[in-house]
């Protein structure tokens, strides 16, 4: 399969059309589709539509986008005009909006042609995307192993070749770490350099949408088309994109990284620390200072994130009861409706989220537990904050193992949260991160290394993602 | 009312949200227009669909702000909270209200009567929908089923509260009624209580004269004019003072003003506080006015109705409640541009607060406003002709001389009237005998007949006069 660089320069110049692209991933998703469940959705007609519109426009000499006729895949908690949009859930099931989200549009713009809904843990609160209403993705380098997630559909999409980039929305690490298990790149960017606007809220403080690719500079690309001032959105930044992409083959030279010593040491499989090792030394060998730093308060991130991302969540998802979209379940009093309704269209892991964070946010505990945690938050910017005065990028683990099995995790929420041990504080601190494929661990699994930068770094992150990447080829 | 005053004191704090005159609503850009076919002025945040976000109204602000500058509150940083229940006219189960942090902090109004009341806060908030429950008793636990219209959620609300300064059911009207006139002054509000651009909640609770403590009180709700205001602060402070003296205690609770039975009524305990796990918003960023929009915004602001009233008093000698009455009546301005005129500043202020209640008064010629007074001064006309001429001037306009003229008005020379008057005491000796005798009524019946008589070109108070001079001297001791 071709590269979405590859494949939108032969559609701009006339060497492939739109349509063709298409039908070759179309073929893709039917061949693997019914192993994999990467989408909830594959929406062949609209993709058709779009693909044949993107011809008319070769015809007519354009103009054409960056992405023209590239297949992308959309996380299902992205809002999609016309296209039913559910975030693995059943209380959303039916409902269609009436708008896009903004990076949707954007990616419209950019001449991209969907193809579909990607799998997720319901309301993104996961990470294996065993979580959905609709059953789990499966991931394809061994069918026996989750793909991460909560974004393991786009992940997978891309890992199997449905789709050569995709989107899907980073809370704790929900881009990244199945980016990690599935192989592939995959980029939380800056809070607030990429609309949220059309993206249905998890953690409202913490969400960013950002893309999976299979390479750096596609990942960098669809950053620079679905990034940027959006005024529908209050905490959008007011800046362009940082512009990556023109930074990629810069190297590492003289740069100072650090290895953040927290995400190497307990917890951390041996095989996962020995490949992120390596890329600490193949990164000194390329000329950058690479030094292990200690990012203490890393440490309470998992604590902080499971008081103000369920707290955010309880108060976002209060909006599904009944009422006036998705499912509703009869009952003789409005109040009992809403109860049955919820209690039928939820899972019990958002359930579980739903009932932490109320309890966090009520009367006579809210100092003990959310004020604590915002103080945490604080408290973890300034511990990068000071890393970041002496390295111009951190590197660690993305995720602690490699992909695990079907219900490893799932009898004990603390050890599925603990797979978000090293991407959560980054989501505290609004930072960018991302996963860049590192080699195999002992059972033949993809690793991630995660490149970590500060607030608006993306230009520091992508030049090292871009290096790790090169050094393997 | 049977309260005695000399014991309770009444403690009243009104709490009062009023819907800004926005061209949309607080965090979309959805008309908020009243009326209207339901769910018509809706998007997709009004409908709380998944997916939206608030985007903050600049020109809610900017009233808010105005309010608050009007208020004589501190402008300051605030932030953005969700206030979280559930209730289907609440189409998120959250609100977006202002909790810790305000726009507007500490202020302060003064009343017509001088006295001032305390502000504590006025914050922005976002309105409700309105819920119709079909069926059953009409409330929602027992209804068949339920109709919202979200037209008015969304729709920028202003909560000022005030302090617990107020002492009367009349004052908590007056209050109000200052506070609606500064509303509709600086263009925040239509200022329509029955439309709901102005809801009013009241909280209540008496204690005895001396005492240091506030009493507990209760809130009273659905208070839809200035009228049922100062019925239901009444009923209720008597209904508090009942109990007290029944040896009861008064519990906290919310309690619904039912206007045709003229009482307040439960409607639950506030014992325990709502929780409703105010957190801040993270939809939205901080908000922090500049002192220059600020600064601008003070600039921008109208004569306000106290400085109107102040202004007033002092060019025309008016009392407190006259300059009241006038100013709400949006009169001030006509009798000051009258008064530079010349007027008679006296026979100004009488006819602004007696004879210019039509609307139409306000478009009155100032210049044919103070000829008029002049002529009344001078006793070219008597009061009644003037009255009719004033009349004609509002309705008509057109010059006070040649309205009089055409009338064929002119003041009676005093011997004809005396001749009137002594002709009438002969006439009715019975009726004199009692005037002489000091029946405070008779002085009517004696007018009524001069007026008759001149068909009412005899002044009153001439009249009044004449009669007096003729009361024998061994009468009046």
């Known amino acids: ?473 | 009312m049977s309260i005695d005053l000399s014991v309770w004191e009444i403690v009243i704090g009104l709490e009062v949200h009023t819907e800004l005159a926005t061209r949309t609503k607080l965090f979309c850009s959805a008309p908020n227009e009243f009326g209207g076919e339901p769910n018509t002025n809706i998007d997709p945040l009004t409908l709380g669909l998944p997916g939206s976000l608030p985007v903050l109204n600049e020109q809610a602000v900017e009233l808010a702000i105005r309010v608050g500058l009007a208020l004589n509150c501190t402008i300051d940083r605030s932030v953005f909270s969700r206030k979280n229940y559930f209730y289907p006219d609440q189409p998120t189960n959250y609100q977006i209200s202002q909790f810790d942090l305000p726009i507007n902090g500490e202020g302060w109004l003064e009343l017509p009567s001088g006295k001032v009341i305390g502000i504590e806060r006025a914050h922005l908030e976002e309105d409700t929908g309105k819920s119709t429950h079909v069926g059953g008793g009409g409330r929602i636990h027992d209804a068949t089923y339920s109709l919202v219209d979200y037209n008015r959620a969304g729709v920028p609300l202003l909560e000022i509260v005030g302090r617990p300064d107020l002492r009367s059911g009349d004052e908590a009207r007056a209050y109000v009624s200052e506070l609606r006139a500064i509303l509709v002054a600086v263009g925040a509000s239509d200022g329509k209580m029955e439309e709901g651009s102005l809801r009013v909640d009241c909280n209540v609770s008496v204690r005895k004269h001396g005492d240091a403590e506030l009493g507990t009180r209760c809130e009273i709700k659905n208070i839809n004019s200035l009228r049922s205001l100062g019925r239901a602060v009444d009923y209720e402070a008597e209904r508090q003072i009942d109990m007290i003296l029944a040896g009861e205690r008064i519990e906290q609770q919310t309690r619904h003003w039912n206007e045709d039975e003229g009482r307040t009524l439960k409607l639950r305990s506030k014992e325990q506080a709502d929780d409703y796990r105010y957190f801040p918003e993270p939809d939205l960023v901080g908000l922090a006015p500049s002192q220059e929009w600020i600064d601008r915004v003070r600039e921008a602001l109208p004569i306000l109705p106290a400085a109107r009233r102040h202004r007033l008093c002092e060019r025309s000698g008016a009392d407190t409640a006259q300059a009241a009455l006038i100013v709400e009546r949006g009169l001030d301005d006509l009798c000051l541009a009258a008064l530079d005129c010349g007027a008679d500043p006296s026979r100004t202020i009488t006819h602004a607060e007696h004879n210019l209640s039509d609307p139409k008064a306000l478009e009155l010629d100032p210049e044919m406003f103070a000829k008029l007074t002049k002529m009344d001064a001078d006793g070219d006309l008597s009061s009644t002709q003037t009255k009719t001429v004033l009349a004609e001037l509002v309705q008509l306009g057109g010059d006070p001389g040649e309205i009089a003229e055409a009338h064929g008005f002119k003041a009676m020379d005093s011997g004809e009237l005396d001749a009137v008057v002594d002709q009438l005491i002969a006439e009715n000796p019975e009726q004199w005998q009692r005037f002489c005798e000091g029946d405070p009524k008779i002085s009517g019946f004696f007018v009524g007949k001069v007026m008759k008589a001149t068909q009412g070109q005899a002044d009153g108070k001439v009249v009044a006069g004449l009669l007096a001079d003729r009361v024998p001297n061994a009468a009046k001791e």
């Open chain 1, 1 to 473: 399969m071709s590269s979405a660089i590859d494949i939108a320069a032969a559609v701009q110049s006339g060497e492939r059309s739109a349509i063709e692209v298409l039908e070759e991933h179309l073929g893709a998703i039917s061949e693997r589709e019914s192993e994999v469940h990467a989408f909830n959705l594959v929406t062949t007609d609209q993709a058709i539509a779009a693909a044949t519109a993107v011809d008319e426009l070769v015809a007519k000499g354009g103009p054409l986008g960056p992405l023209a006729g590239v297949p992308v895949a959309i996380k299902d908690n992205l809002c999609t005009r016309g296209v039913a949009t559910t975030c693995s859930s059943k209380i959303l099931e039916g409902w269609v909006p009436p708008y896009d989200a903004t990076v949707v549009t954007r990616l419209a713009a950019a001449g991209a042609i969907m193809v579909g809904k990607t799998n997720m843990d319901e309301f993104a609160m996961g990470s294996s995307t065993e979580n959905s209403a609709f059953g789990p993705t499966r991931n394809p380098h061994d069918l026996s192993r989750v793909p991460g997630g909560s974004s393991g559909g786009s992940a997978a999409a891309v890992a199997a070749g449905f789709a050569p980039i995709s989107l899907g929305s980073d809370t704790g690490g929900s881009i990244r770490q199945p980016a990690a298990l599935c192989g592939v790149v995959g980029v939380k960017p800056t809070y607030g350099t990429v609309s949220r606007l059309g993206l249905i809220a998890f953690g409202s403080s913490l969400d960013q949408v950002g893309p999976f690719a299979n390479s750096v500079a596609e990942a960098a690309l669809v950053c620079e088309v679905i990034g940027g001032h959006d005024p529908g959105d209050s905490t959008s930044l007011p800046q362009a994109f940082p512009a990556v992409s023109e930074h990629l083959s810069d190297g590492v030279a003289g740069m100072r990284i650090g290895l953040i010593t927290e995400m190497m040491g307990e917890g951390i499989a041996p095989d996962v620390a020995k490949r992120i090792r390596a890329a600490a030394e193949w990164l000194a060998a390329a000329g950058a200072e690479v030094e292990e730093v200690s990012v203490p308060a890393v440490t309470f991130g998992l604590s902080a994130y499971y008081l103000v991302a369920p707290a955010e969540a309880s108060s976002n998802l209060s909006r599904y009861d009944g009422v006036r979209y998705g499912l509703r379940v009869d009952a003789p009093t409005t109040g009992e409706m809403m109860e049955l309704t919820r209690t039928a269209g939820f899972g019990d892991e958002v359930k579980r989220r739903i009932m932490l964070g109320t309890y966090a946010l009520s009367a006579g505990y809210y100092d003990a537990f959310y004020g604590t945690a915002l103080k945490v938050r604080t408290l973890i910017r300034r511990d990068f904050d000071a890393a970041y005065e002496r390295f111009d990028a951190l590197l660690s683990p993305t995720s602690p193992t490699t992909a695990f099995s079907f219900g490893d995790k799932t009898a004990d929420p603390m050890s599925m949260y603990l797979n978000d041990v090293c991407t959560i504080a980054t989501n505290l601190a609004g930072h960018p991160a991302m996963s860049v494929p590192y080699g195999l661990g002992d059972d033949g699994m993809p690793v991630g290394a995660q490149v970590l930068a500060p607030a608006l770094g993306e230009v520091a992150m992508f030049r090292v993602a871009a290096a790790l990447e090169g050094s393997l080829s």
